[in-house]
């Protein structure tokens, strides 16, 4: 498994822990201090990352997508943190220096 972590600028700390099966996700865990409403969003939005290629496009598509059919809101964290994070697990590195 493959960990990063991001602290935007004005954001939360994010940890995105992931699981890649070849080229796509297998399983991907979202922790940190940041708040997702409701509660069972990290879930979906997890859910959503599942079995795809884990290219920034892709991801933020997905992300955008679950956030949506969801109404889910996204406190101290955007969409584009989540992505970059995502990515750079996958590809085994982090996305920025921690703070």
């Known amino acids: 498994m493959h960990t990063s972590v991001v602290k935007a600028p004005g954001e939360k700390l994010l940890r995105v822990s992931i699981e ?13 201090d940041f708040f997702i ?10 859910g959503a990352l599942c079995g795809i290629i884990p290219e920034l496009n892709t991801v933020l598509c997905r992300l955008r997508e679950a956030v949506d059919a969801g109404n889910i809101q996204l406190v101290g964290l955007s969409i584009e943190s989540i992505a970059r994070a995502t990515v750079a697990a996958a590809s085994g590195r982090d996305a920025e220096k921690r703070p």
Do not use: W
């Open 20 to 32: 890649m099966a070849g080229d796509v996700i297998r399983d991907v865990r979202f922790t940190g």
């Open 37 to 46: 409403y409701p509660e069972e969003g990290v879930s979906r939005i997890e």
